[in-house]
């Protein structure tokens, strides 16, 4: 069964502060990795798409990947309370190609 | 771009009645749309992948003729909820694969209410 893991938090960390997101995922065949962000009673929003091994940087947001290690992570630098919110990890994989997703990690930005 | 939107955002029905809602690509083509169902405090639940033109595929353990889907068109997605019943109730969200890049883009969701 394919599977995506997630810290189960729940992560808090100071305003200003690197919020630092772990994933890892089982299946070898997975190519493409998204970290959606989702906030209390709303959908989730994409954030970021990493495809290659290595970091991948958008504005505050960097994503890494190691195919090796069947590891994906996301950090946050400069912390805002309003990126307070639950991250969700997911994987690309299978003929269907559907997202398997992470039970998600609750992060509290505290001001 | 990739705008998804969902239509109603939100709908309280009595038990045993129809519920329709509606997946849109706003600024796509989108030969796949998913459905999901999420309850409170839970991870995304896939339960069906939409493609235009065919049947639906659907997860185990959902209910085929409970959760009709249909995708008659490249920008729609349309799922209804049968003869609704309160554990029904949940947030309903659609995703629209947006290819290439392969990525997914969510609607708003459409919370339902069932008395």
């Known amino acids: 069964q394919k599977e995506v893991e997630q810290n189960s938090g729940p992560l808090s960390v100071p305003e200003g502060a690197i919020a630092s997101l772990n994933c890892t995922y089982s299946?070898?065949?997975?190519?493409?990795f998204f970290w959606y962000r989702q906030y209390s009673g709303k959908s989730p929003e994409l954030i970021m798409s990493?495809?290659?091994?290595g970091d991948k940087e958008d504005g505050r947001f960097t994503a890494q990947l190691n195919k090796a290690s069947q590891y994906v992570s996301l950090l946050i630098r400069d912390s805002q309370p309003s990126d307070s919110a639950t991250y969700l990890c997911?994987?690309?994989?299978?003929?269907?190609?559907?997202?398997?997703f992470g039970s998600g990690t609750q992060l509290t930005v505290l001001p | 771009g990739a705008v998804v939107s969902q239509h109603p955002s939100r709908v309280i029905c009595k038990s045993g009645t129809s519920v329709k809602i509606e997946c849109r690509s706003l600024?796509?083509?989108?030969?796949?749309m998913f459905w999901y169902r999420q309850f409170p405090k839970q991870s995304l639940m896939l339960m069906a992948t939409?493609?235009?033109?065919?049947?639906?595929?659907?997860e185990q353990g959902v209910e085929k003729d409970k959760f009709l889907i249909n995708h008659a068109s490249l920008t729609l997605s349309t799922l209804t909820v049968t003869s609704a019943h309160p554990e029904d109730s949940s947030f309903y969200i659609c995703?629209?694969?947006?290819?290439?890049?392969?990525?997914?883009?969510f609607g708003p969701g459409t919370r339902l209410t069932v008395l």
């Open positions: 995703s629209a694969r947006q290819s290439p890049p392969d990525t997914q883009y």
């Open positions: 299946d070898r065949v997975s190519q493409s």
């Open positions: 990493i495809y290659s091994n």
């Open positions: 997911a994987a690309l994989s299978g003929s269907a190609r559907q997202l398997t």
């Open positions: 600024d796509f083509q989108a030969t796949t």
């Open positions: 939409s493609n235009e033109g065919s049947k639906a595929t659907y």
